[in-house]
């Protein structure tokens, strides 16, 4: 309902009325709702001292991320989870400028706790990474963009191309 304040009020100094101040207020149920959708830049869902960074719909049945004022997830009518594109097609895409995937264990010793997933240029690498995520200098696997692999070296020359040697049984 409406409640109305005359005077000073229990807000102390921080609102003075001078006349009459009408509050008017809804409740809606058991949910939480924006009034707006909001936008990359200004996300209906917030944090007072970080405006351009949070949540909000582009639309029915999207939901978005955004932080410093750009969309950085997507979740889309499909249930398609987009990082870093705006239009993902499968149930999660990442795109990006070298995207990569990076399994880390924590429990490994040093240096030898992260492989990545990589797509570079439209190669895919599989590697390795220090502790201070600079990749190695050679992929242990490397399937080229003329479908061609290679094991040991980031070059495939042949349909698989190994820089070592090779037991076969």
Do not use: C, M
């Amino acid at each position: 309902g409406n409640a109305l304040i005359s005077g000073t009020s229990f807000f102390g100094d921080a609102i003075t009325a001078t006349s009459t101040l009408t509050v008017s207020a809804t409740t809606t149920a058991s949910y939480f709702a924006a009034s707006a959708l909001g936008t990359t830049g200004a996300p209906a869902f917030t944090f007072t001292s970080d405006l351009n960074t949070g949540i909000w719909s582009s639309g029915a049945d999207t939901l978005n991320f955004s932080t410093a004022g750009v969309e950085r997830l997507r979740i889309d009518s499909s249930g398609n989870v987009g990082i870093g594109t705006t239009t993902p097609n499968w149930l999660l895409q990442v795109t990006g400028t070298r995207p990569s995937f990076v399994l880390s264990d924590s429990n490994a010793a040093a240096n030898l706790k992260h492989w990545t997933l990589s797509s570079q240029g439209g190669n895919f690498y599989i590697a390795t990474s220090s502790d201070l995520y600079a990749t190695s200098s050679t992929a242990a696997l490397t399937i080229d963009n003329n479908n061609l692999v290679g094991i040991g070296t980031n070059t495939p020359s042949h349909a698989l191309s190994v820089n070592g040697s090779i037991l076969a049984d």
